[in-house]
């Protein structure tokens, strides 16, 4: 098995920042890509950034420029570095890994951390 634990998400102002982590842990040979989706209250979950065990990244239109994905490959973690926010920021922020054990890789996903963008 493997669990991906989330963590950094919180309360803050438009224009503040956060930093998101999430870590893999447990049956893992490894790891192809990871990444970050969101889910805002009656709103569908949709991709925010995603990053390849080579570095290449992906990110939606809307957040480019100010979020930045990155992962520490040995730590088997994927951070999300969250700058300029905006209040339609505002959601529940989930990670994924996508794990190979033996063929065909597994999507594992973290609990979610909330992200809150307020005055």
């Known amino acids: 098995q493997v669990q991906l634990v989330a963590s950094g998400g919180g309360l803050v102002q438009p224009g503040g920042s956060l930093r998101l982590s999430c870590a893999a842990s447990?049956?893992?040979?490894?790891?192809?890509?990871m990444g970050w989706y969101r889910q805002a209250p009656g709103a569908q979950r949709e991709l925010v950034a995603a990053i390849t065990s080579g570095g290449r990244t992906n990110y939606a239109d809307s957040v480019k420029g100010r979020l930045t994905i990155s992962r520490d490959n040995a730590k088997n973690t994927v951070y999300l570095q969250m700058n300029s926010l905006r209040p339609e920021d505002t959601a529940v922020y989930y990670c994924h890994a996508d794990v190979s054990h033996i063929g065909t890789p597994i999507r594992y996903w973290g609990q979610g951390t909330q992200v809150t963008v307020c005055s």
């Open positions: 447990g049956s893992i040979f490894s790891i192809n890509a």
